[in-house]
């Protein structure tokens, strides 16, 4: 790796001002590729804005604070405002502070705006991107918790605080940006968050009292044709993708569809695609095929706690070996910022998709309206609402047509393929079950042929569903067709999910039981089952895939399904955790019956008892050696991630795993 011919047409008496800049830059190796632009502007300890800063100089201890929580605003822990300006300074003006999105709302707040609030409360806001380009929204909003609830009718006089939002957000646009960041938050003690898309259903991209590294516009794209990268024996040799952090899924497919090629990307369309998708594992509609995202990495770009911007791969030797095993799959915000992943390339393929969806109702079947019995759920990626006509009134039938639906997923597993699946309670003993089928590479006579039997064997137990036509389609066409839309409003959506292992599909009793756990919690608990059947085995990883700090859960798992509801904005923390205990209590039973396994964090539950296990299985131990080396001042926090048992977030109203709250050592809350 050397920098571009740029930098060699100027007079020699420049060469030194440069000199730091290309100290900073990660060391080369065969599999280096060419940074992106903004990955050219980094710190250095000799760069001037670091020695005229002392906030943003670089550790000289390893020694971490012994102050007992992090800063908060308005103590004399807090950084000055002269600090926060010479930190925008050095951030060429890149600091934001915002308010939470509905303070338009709020009558007396500077931002309060009619027509922005009804743009925000009225769903079209959901129809754009807005939410998504927000420096600190999320798409789960209740840890921040109620200090400022979007509402058209807010109480005059109330005031929109702050709570769980974070008090500054960086726009990055460079690397340098992000190691000011966290030198300054190391140095001062402030605690500080990341945020891409804001995809986060467990409070990790927010904090109160943070400084947010936002780094949704870093969107620098590149194919590679030809790449390589060996260790030993092992070699990787092909196409591949450097992507920017903040590049989502719709830009990845357009993307492909440029070059020719396929990527085993995430689902959604604007899931980010670096960051904690594939620093968690990261599923998407190839993983039974070529396996989950962190499967896919060649290389990483990434800023750490000191500081430092390295770039590791599987030739990375010792002392940072660790890192890029680390990384892929030992979860976000944990051992640093990602600012670039490469990911494998594959040949362009076609896909079938097929939705198969029925219900049962408790009311009369005659309805020619197309309405049901209640409101239909919101519309999931994948899957629609059931016809009348697929509504049927024996609940035998219908849980046995489920049931059968589920096991069969091995089939279409074993050809590449997954099954995306809902089961909806709708109120009055009703409910629906949606679900789409995919299979790559395959015709569509063979796709007919495989599912064929699945759709006999439904009709004979009295659900009336028939095999519709197949069409091949490109992959490329995944994800919303490559639009800068998609389903993006924030939510209160709770989850908790399981790793299903293949043992429970094996055995005829254990899935009987298995199965009859999942239905108690939709039946009886009124919550909604979400389930995705793949199989992202340590044989479809490949090199370097299947040696990784991944959840071993993920390695035997045939289904990640998660029970979940939807919260209502604004309710007390006593009625929270009753709550997580109604949940608890069916999420528990399926626990049961699948001892360890383990549960996928990214879609997991904030409040999970043995999350270091079930989020991270028998590699915990060597994650936690790894953090403690890389981060031993615990510069990098947020809820179950590794070596997070140390610290939590003291809140004032109690909400379970809110982040509206200080950050302090548990000790100190003895």
């Known amino acids: 790796m050397r920098p571009s011919s740029e930098f060699f047409n100027i007079r020699n008496n420049n060469i030194l001002r440069l000199l730091p800049l290309f100290l900073a830059l990660p060391l080369p190796s065969e599999s280096s590729s060419t940074p992106f632009p903004f990955e ?4 250095s300890p000799q760069s001037p804005q670091v020695l005229s800063f002392p906030s943003v100089q670089f550790p000289r201890s390893r020694n971490p604070s012994e102050s007992k929580c992090r800063a908060w605003p308005n103590t004399p822990s807090w950084p000055s405002d002269a600090d926060w300006a010479q930190l925008n300074a050095t951030l060429d003006g890149a600091l934001l502070r915002p308010l939470p999105a509905a303070a338009a709302c709020y009558p007396g707040n500077p931002q309060q705006n009619s027509t922005q609030c009804n743009f925000l409360t009225s769903g079209q806001a959901g129809q754009t991107h807005y939410w998504l380009d927000n420096p600190v929204e999320t798409l789960t909003t209740w840890p921040a918790g109620s200090g400022c609830l979007l509402s058209s009718n807010v109480t005059a006089g109330r005031n929109c605080e702050r709570g769980g939002w974070p008090e500054y957000v960086v726009n990055v646009s460079s690397v340098k940006h992000i190691q000011a960041a966290v030198n300054f938050a190391r140095n001062k003690g402030v605690r500080l968050v990341v945020k891409n898309t804001g995809h986060d259903f467990g409070g990790r991209s927010m904090g109160a009292g943070s400084l947010s590294i936002w780094t949704h516009n870093l969107k ?6 030809n790449y390589t990268v060996r260790k030993g024996n092992n070699k990787y040799e092909g196409p591949a993708v450097k992507v920017g952090a903040g590049v989502e899924n719709w830009e990845m497919f357009n993307h492909m569809a440029r070059n020719n090629i ?3 990307a995430a689902g959604g369309p604007t899931v980010g695609l670096v960051g904690g998708w594939v620093a968690t594992g990261g599923h998407g509609s190839l993983t039974s095929k070529y396996g989950l995202g962190s499967d896919q990495v060649l290389e990483v770009s990434v800023v750490t706690a000191d500081g430092k911007f390295l770039t590791v791969g599987p030739d990375t030797p010792e002392p940072d070996s660790d890192l890029w095993w680390a990384l892929r799959g030992g979860g976000g915000s944990t051992f640093g910022i990602i600012t670039s992943v490469i990911f494998k390339a594959y040949p362009p393929i076609t896909t079938i998709s097929v939705s198969l969806n029925f219900g049962l109702t408790g009311f009369p079947t005659n309805n020619t309206n197309n309405t049901y019995p209640l409101p239909f759920p919101r519309r999931v990626p994948g899957t629609q609402a059931p016809p009348n006509s697929n509504f049927i009134t024996s ?9 059968l639906s589920y096991r069969y997923c091995t089939r279409i597993q074993a050809a ?3 099954c995306f699946s809902y089961i909806h309670p709708l109120g009055n003993s009703s409910f629906a079950f949606t679900s789409a089928q995919s299979m ?3 015709s569509a006579a063979s796709a007919a042929s495989l599912l064929s039997p699945l759709y006999a064997q439904l009709n004979s137990l009295g659900v009336p569903v028939a095999l519709p036509n197949l069409t091949e389609s490109s992959a490329t066409l995944y994800a919303g067709n490559g639009r800068r839309t998609g389903s993006a409003s924030p939510a209160n959506t709770r989850y908790r999910s399981r790793l299903y292992p293949r043992r ?5 009793a254990l899935y009987n039981k298995t199965f009859a756990a999942v239905r108690a919690g939709v039946e009886e608990g009124g919550l909604t089952f979400h389930g995705i059947a793949y199989t992202p085995t340590e044989q479809i990883a490949g090199w370097p895939g299947a040696n990784s700090a991944v959840n071993p859960a993920w390695r035997d798992a045939v289904l990640h399904g998660a029970m979940m509801e939807e919260v209502p904005a604004g309710i007390t923390a006593e009625e929270a955790r009753r709550r997580d205990e109604h949940a608890h209590k069916y999420a528990d039973a399926i626990k049961e019956l699948t001892l360890g396994a383990g549960s996928y964090m990214n879609e997991g539950d904030p409040t999970e008892g043995d999350w270091q296990w079930s989020f991270y299985g028998h590699h915990y131990r060597r994650l936690l050696g790894i953090k403690r080396r890389r981060d031993p001042w615990g510069v990098f926090w947020a809820r179950t991630t590794v070596g997070s048992e140390g610290w939590e977030v003291v809140t004032e109203d109690g909400y379970p795993a809110g982040q509206n709250g200080r950050l302090c050592r548990v000790e ?3």
Do not use: C, M, S
């Open 416 to 418: 590449g393929g997954y």
């Open 40 to 43: 050219i502007n980094v710190l």
């Open 440 to 442: 790559p590479n395959i």
């Open 504 to 508: 429970n599909w094996e055995d005829d």
């Open 668 to 670: 100190a809350t003895d």
């Open 395 to 403: 609940p035998q039938a219908f849980w046995e047509g489920v049931a």
């Open 262 to 264: 396929t990527v085993a």
């Open 220 to 225: 620098d794209i590149e194919f590679l044709p």
